[in-house]
């Protein structure tokens, strides 16, 4: 009878239990369902410290123990809370340390406990002060007076703030209390609760809606908040406030623009917050309030697709959840594809054209560096990063190769019926994971109905399981940059002045193709040029400085060296230090000058981004075993 039951749970799991190499919960014997965080934030130690008291469901009625993914927490006692409110201690063990996933915290259970009950455990612990997820910011880092911490979960760093089952496929509400200093405020990836009895300081948070551990968010610092919408609004810095309301006037829009793309919002507000410099990301899909990169601040709204981007997670992602690191295209590929359908919509098919053809020559080289690196089997969209830190699965591949996918679909599909596809798939998983798998089931099932386009098995297979571009990819249309590309080659020439180059009627996706598309064989002279009439450096636009400096590196420019250090000391922002650090690592000079720069970037990097430009200017050595090359 017992056996029968636990067999039912597991099929009501399905979905959910698939196993997730990069977890060490065993959510077929307990699930975590609900988190109630205590936690104070000790700026001087650099650690959160307090209780997370989890409230977990039994599944399999034989299990005797709970098993939680951690990292580097300090464990000081486990409780397990009676209904009578009484707590009695219980036994645990912190396994050994896995360098890549942390320890598993296994906490057993006396004879006590009635089978499938919900038990409430409370662990009293405190971060490492190296904790992963966390990055502590010092004010000169911020753009005020005073200190910034935040949290990064994504991938697999929630298990090094919270002791928790940290697997994308396993989903838990959650509150919190939050102690800071009395001066700073605190937000989170859930609802404000308004507390007029709050002490200085006190901040309570509840959300409703069930999250995978990796969305659970916290960023601490001295914010203020627009609105700028009946459900939208912008946290910054004060002093930023007033530019990041100006970027960000569209965000309204964005949400309707959402919902009639994908199905209604369902996490009731949609905020920013604008992060300091040195966050690690462009942006970072916390749900209900994205964080979000200020580099993207350009003052002409101009890159504003990233915010587009971390909203349309509010669906791909967020609402149907990859349930492993290995199907992470599901989350990032329909982010990119939904990304630039919304674009289209806001900003005009030139907007979004552009934006793609940037994307796909982004992912042409990704695919040639990982081929060339032996790594060809990470141009699949299915992963297999079993072993590996996930986030080195985490490239152009999963967003640009994904979103190419489903313009494939689309185009075969017809728009209107490819949308309606969409807007299914949202609802019928919303709160729940997916895996390729499921979602290649799902589609095959849509081509069986009746008026379904006619797309093979083999089709589909080639880009999934396959490497690179499928030979059914959709052409990026070449028009959008054919008269940039036309003065590129004439300015290259000499046919045209750098005095004269039409700039003036460029927006900066133009300036970053004029860029990207100079060799590197290029003469100095005129790089010198291009620099002193166009104030080309570490400042301004983000993404033409990144095209620049990549062009400085390719080039061997080493006039604008000091502002490639300049802007690498100045952000931490993934995509933007790893580019470069890639760019530098391809030669042995690069590699020196590379090495030289991240000395001293390094204490201003969030640990992901370590890890990131270590991989690429101190690589691994080959294990002896591996044998001469052939
Ligand atoms: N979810 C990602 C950021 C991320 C990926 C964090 C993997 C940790 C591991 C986010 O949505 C993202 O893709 N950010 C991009 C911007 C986007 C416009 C491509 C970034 O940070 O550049
Ligand atoms: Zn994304």
Same mark, same amino acid.
């Given at each position: 009878m017992k056996r029968i039951t636990a067999i039912l749970a597991l099929s009501v799991l399905s979905a959910s239990?698939?196993?997730? *190499?990069?977890? /060490?919960?065993?959510p077929e014997k307990f699930l975590v369902r609900h988190v109630d965080l205590d936690l104070r934030a000790d700026f001087a130690a650099r650690r959160l410290e307090g209780t997370a008291e989890l409230t977990v469901?039994? $599944?399999?009625?034989?299990?005797k123990e709970l098993v939680l993914d951690t990292s580097g927490l300090e464990i000081r006692t486990v409780h397990l809370i009676e209904m009578s409110g009484h707590a009695r201690v219980l036994a645990f063990r912190l396994g050994d340390l896995d360098p890549i996933l942390g320890s598993p915290l296994t906490i057993e259970f006396p004879h006590c406990c009635a089978a499938t009950a919900e038990m409430r455990i409370r662990i009293d612990y405190r971060t490492s002060?190296?904790?992963?997820?966390l990055q502590w910011l010092e004010?000169?880092?911020?753009?005020?007076?005073h200190p910034f911490m935040y949290t990064q979960g994504?991938?697999?760093?929630a298990r090094s703030w919270i002791p928790i089952q940290?697997?994308?496929g396993i989903r838990m509400t959650y509150s919190a209390r939050i102690r800071t200093p009395p001066e700073l405020v605190a937000v989170m990836s859930a609802a404000r609760v308004e507390d007029s009895?709050?002490? *200085?300081?006190e901040h309570r948070f509840e959300m409703k809606q069930p999250i995978p551990a990796y969305l659970i968010a916290l960023a601490i610092g001295d914010l203020a908040f627009q609105p700028l919408g009946d459900r939208v609004g912008v946290w910054a810095e004060p002093s930023r406030l007033a530019a990041a309301a100006y970027e960000l006037a569209d965000l309204q829009r964005m949400l309707e623009t959402g919902e009639r793309m994908?199905?209604?919002?369902?996490?009731d507000r949609y905020d920013v917050l604008i992060m300091?410099?040195? /966050?690690?990301?462009?942006?970072?899909?916390?749900?209900?309030?994205s964080f979000v990169?200020?580099?993207?601040?350009?003052?002409?709204?101009?890159?504003v697709s990233t915010v587009v981007h971390e909203l349309a997670h509010s669906w791909s992602?967020?609402?149907?959840?990859?349930?492993?690191?290995?199907? /992470?295209w599901l989350n990032e590929g329909f982010t990119s594809y939904l990304e630039r359908r919304m674009v289209e919509t806001l900003y005009g098919k030139r907007r979004a054209e552009m934006e793609d053809s940037i994307a796909y020559e982004g992912l042409v080289q990704t695919i040639a560096d990982l081929k060339a690196a032996g790594?060809?089997?990470?141009?699949?969209?299915?992963?297999?990063?079993?072993?590996?830190?996930?986030?080195?699965?985490?490239?152009?591949v999963a967003y640009d190769k994904g979103a190419r996918f489903l313009r494939f679909l689309e185009s075969r599909f017809g728009r209107p019926a490819f949308d309606a596809f969409l807007r299914d798939y949202f609802d019928a998983h919303a709160f729940r994971s997916m895996t390729t798998e499921a979602f290649r089931a799902e589609l095959l099932a849509r081509l069986e109905k009746p008026g379904a386009p006619r797309i093979a098995v083999e089709e589909i297979d080639a880009w999934?399981?396959?490497?690179?571009? *499928? *030979?059914?990819m959709i052409a990026v249309?070449?028009? $959008?940059f054919e008269s940039v590309d036309r003065v590129a080659a004439d300015w290259r020439a000499g046919k045209i002045a750098t005095a004269d180059l039409?700039?003036?009627?460029?927006v900066p996706q133009e300036w970053v193709r004029f860029l990207d598309?100079?060799?590197?064989?290029?003469?100095h002279a005129k790089l010198g040029e291009l620099r002193t009439a /166009?104030?080309?450096?570490?400042?301004?636009n983000a993404e033409i400085a990144l095209s620049w400096l990549q062009l400085v590196i390719r080039a061997g420019y080493e006039p604008a060296f000091p502002d490639l250090e300049k802007f690498l000391l100045a952000t931490g922002r993934w995509r933007l230090v790893e580019t470069l650090f890639r760019d530098l690592a391809r030669t042995e000079a690069g590699i020196a000058l590379g090495r030289q720069i991240y000395a001293k970037a390094k204490p201003g990097y969030h640990a992901s981004i370590r890890g990131a430009v270590e991989r690429l200017i101190y690589p691994p050595t080959p294990a002896p075993e591996a044998g001469p090359a052939v």
């Open positions: 239990a698939v196993a997730d *190499p990069h977890s /060490f919960a065993k469901e039994q $599944v399999d009625p034989e299990a002060s190296e904790a992963a997820a004010p000169a880092q911020t753009s005020g007076p994504q991938a697999i760093l940290d697997s994308p009895a709050a002490a *200085p300081g994908a199905g209604p919002y369902r996490w300091p410099r040195a /966050f690690a990301y462009g942006g970072m899909e916390n749900p209900r309030i990169s200020p580099s993207i601040i350009a003052g002409d709204r101009s890159l992602g967020n609402l149907v959840t990859n349930a492993t690191w290995d199907d /992470f790594l060809e089997n990470d141009t699949d969209l299915k992963l297999n990063l079993a072993g590996r830190d996930p986030n080195e699965g985490t490239s152009d999934i399981y396959g490497p690179g571009l *499928p *030979p059914t249309p070449k028009g $959008v039409p700039v003036k009627d460029w598309q100079q060799p590197a064989h290029i003469a /166009f104030q080309l450096g570490a400042d301004g």
